[in-house]
């Protein structure tokens, strides 16, 4: 959504993927996003929690997580137990987000920053494929299908012809109303916490 854009008849859009919305009940934890992932967690990307060696944990976005496991790293296979949240853009001092041409206004965590990670509450999401329906089933892509050219793996979907085979279902997660902007974005909500 770029600046200066006249506020359509229908209303406003929804805001950028990875803003926190209706902050009254957002939760949000503070993780290091896995020291030597080969891409940024980009603002609105959905993340699984890592153990790293030595103790603790880490984040990494979706489609690391099922590259790592298909390359013989430190991932495995998505299922909804593994959603942990999405992250989301706080201010960070002295440091500059770098802007992801694939996102308008969009922004990232580098590999070893502390990212901030939504894990309850209401807050807008790129929209890949499908359209969503008030509290309906939100999905995550685990699979590319050339019948679905805007899939991309770990992005966020509605139910489409192939939601059973090479998307997981969320638990927890619904939309919360049927509005897709004209930037595909809409709002999830994250009912309850995945992980701590």
Known sequence: ?????????????????????????VVTVAKTVLNGTPDNVNFG???VVVPISGGGDAIVNVYDYILA????????????????????RHVKSLLSFPVNPDLAQGGS???NQK???????????????????SQGT???RKATNAS???GVIGG?????????????????????DGNLDANGVAYVTLLERQAA
């Open 69 to 88: 496991a298909a390359s013989g790293g430190q991932g495995g296979t998505l299922t909804a137990a593994k959603f942990a949240g999405v992250a989301v």
């Open 115 to 133: 990212a901030s990670v939504a894990v309850r509450g209401t807050l807008p999401v790129l929209i890949r494929n499908g359209t969503p329906s």
């Open 45 to 47: 990307d959905a993340v």
């Open 156 to 176: 966020f979907e509605a139910q489409v012809s192939d939601s059973s085979t090479n998307c997981v279902a969320l638990t927890n997660v619904v939309f919360k």
């Open 1 to 25: 959504m770029p600046f200066g854009q006249v506020i359509p008849v229908t209303g406003p859009l929804s805001g950028f993927p990875g803003t926190i919305g209706y902050a009254a009940d």
């Open 148 to 150: 679905f050219p805007n």
């Open 138 to 140: 939100v999905y995550l």
């Open 109 to 111: 965590y580098a590999p």
